[in-house]
């Protein structure tokens, strides 16, 4: 039988709703919205899509959006003056650095700039030191992550107790999914392995899998037989495989082999379509919490 299809698009947009409401409920109670700076380095024409897409997500909420286009060769200096200058601004809640940055930035001095309470990326230490920590310590949940376990959440897939599976350990994706999802707690108390390029029979591992994550950047990279009948497949690569002329746009696939995966597995994502809208969900809604917390702060309420 084929499998169930969770559909990112679809969650993403009743949880877009929830937050509208938040804004105007911030709006009315402040008299100001969540402010998001988003920061673009270059042309680079996947970083330019993604943005694009964040922006008009904030636009269409209402937020105070402002965006950032630098050039690519703008230095590490002006770049970081650029973040110290958002750091210091009252109506800024959120600042978001499209990753990747040009060789000549070193990513990790431009992201440790980055205020940790205004980090709705989640990638500063002190927020991953604490998502380590779990509990109340979590400010914000990185994206990707933050959206994979809310869907795994509201598909009512089971967590506790369960064999999750998690390929790839980038620190953006696989290294903090892996410590969600083995937290104490509602959407953790799973038993989690964490593969890589260095795992020893990654498809053995695969099949013990109940819940199965595929962040690797690896087009089809997980076959069918790789799958536990019944299981739940989260597919998160996103992999430019051609370009279609006619429409102008880049041919999308995942780390998984989707078309015989979904006759095995009980629940699937698909790419585009899946992880991708609930990454920006997930930003949405660090940033609403973080206009909660700036606000109420500022109005003595914290
Ligand atoms: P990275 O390239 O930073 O990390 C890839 C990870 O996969 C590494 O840990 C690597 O292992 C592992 N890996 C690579 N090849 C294999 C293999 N053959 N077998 C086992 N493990 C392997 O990627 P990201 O985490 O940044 O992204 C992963 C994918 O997810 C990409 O396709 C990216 O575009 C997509 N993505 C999608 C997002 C969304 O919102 N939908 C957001 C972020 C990413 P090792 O550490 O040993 O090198």
Redesign the pocket.
């Known amino acids: 039988m084929s499998a169930t299809i969770i559909d990112g698009v679809a969650m993403s947009r009743a949880l877009l709703e929830g937050l509208r409401a938040e804004v105007a409920e911030l709006r009315e109670h402040y008299g100001k919205v969540p402010g998001l700076v988003t920061i673009l380095v270059g042309e680079d024409p ?1 970083s330019v899509s993604y943005v694009t897409r964040k922006t008009r997500t904030a636009h269409e909420l209402g937020f105070h959006e402002v965006q950032e286009n630098r050039p690519a060769d703008i230095s590490e200096a002006e770049l970081l003056a650029l973040i110290g200058r958002y750091n210091a601004d009252p109506d800024i809640h959120g600042i978001l650095v499209q990753l990747p940055l040009p060789k000549h930035i070193d990513e990790t001095r431009v992201l440790h700039a980055i205020d940790p309470k205004k980090d709705v990326d989640g990638f500063h230490p002190v927020n991953l030191g604490n998502l380590l920590i779990g509990g109340e310590a979590v400010t914000f949940r990185p ?2 992550p933050a ?1 994979i376990q809310e869907m795994l959440v509201r598909s009512g897939v089971e967590l506790d107790g369960a064999e999750a599976v998690v ?8 290294k903090p999914l892996s410590v969600m999802l083995g937290q104490k707690g509602p959407g953790g108390n799973a038993t989690v392995t964490l ?5 020893r029979d ?1 498809a053995a591992h695969c099949r013990r899998a109940d819940v199965l994550i595929v ?4 087009p089809k ?1 997980v076959k069918a037989d790789w799958i536990k009948p019944g299981a739940t497949v989260i597919d ?4 430019r495989v051609g370009f279609n002329e006619t429409t102008g746009k880049a041919i999308l696939a ?2 998984v082999d989707f078309a015989a995966a979904r006759e095995v597995a009980g629940k699937i994502t698909p ?1 585009p379509g ?3 809208p ?3 969900a997930m930003l949405m809604q660090n940033t609403v919490r973080s206009a909660r917390r700036h606000l109420a702060a500022e109005n003595g309420k914290a």
Not at 167 to 174: E, L
Not at 195 to 199: K, L, R, Y
Not at 215 to 218: D, E, I, Q, R
């Open positions: 996947a994206c990707t959206g390929v790839g350990r980038s620190n953006i994706v696989g593969a890589h390029s260095h795992t990654l962040a690797a950047g690896v990279l998160v690569g996103v992999n995942g780390d790419v899946g992880v991708g609930m990454t920006i």
